[in-house]
């Protein structure tokens, strides 16, 4: 059974940064893309950042130069870290493993990011 935890959330100032992190488990970690997505409230889930499993990145353009996201395939987990953070940015946050291009299985339970003015 794949497993994901996310963590790291919280309340931040506009300008500040947050590190979110995803545990994976049940799954061969270093087979999957992992993603980020987010969803505000009353807004559409939208993807943050995609790493691959050989280690590509790809960032939807309103967190290109802001959000990094990266992997440690030794300890199964998958980060975000969010630098210059705006009120935008506010939402859920949730990690997200698939093995083929673009399909999206397996989500975690969400972290909330809070960004105030």
């Known amino acids: 059974q794949v497993q994901l935890v996310e963590s790291g959330g919280g309340l931040v100032q506009a300008g500040g940064s947050l590190r979110l992190s995803c545990v994976a488990s049940?799954?061969?970690?270093?087979?999957?893309?992992m993603d980020w997505f987010r969803q505000a409230p009353g807004k559409q889930r939208e993807l943050v950042a995609t790493?691959?499993?050989?280690?590509?990145?790809n960032y939807a353009d309103f967190v290109k130069g802001r959000f990094t996201i990266s992997r440690d395939n030794a300890k199964n987990t998958v980060y975000l870290e969010m630098n210059s953070l705006k009120p935008d940015d506010t939402a859920d946050y949730y990690c997200?493993?698939?093995?083929?291009?673009?399909?999206?299985?397996?989500w975690g339970q969400g972290t909330q990011v809070t960004v105030s003015s």
């Open positions: 997200v493993a698939g093995i083929v291009r673009a399909s999206y299985p397996h």
């Open positions: 049940g799954l061969i970690f270093s087979r999957y893309h």
């Open positions: 790493i691959t499993s050989g280690g590509s990145t």
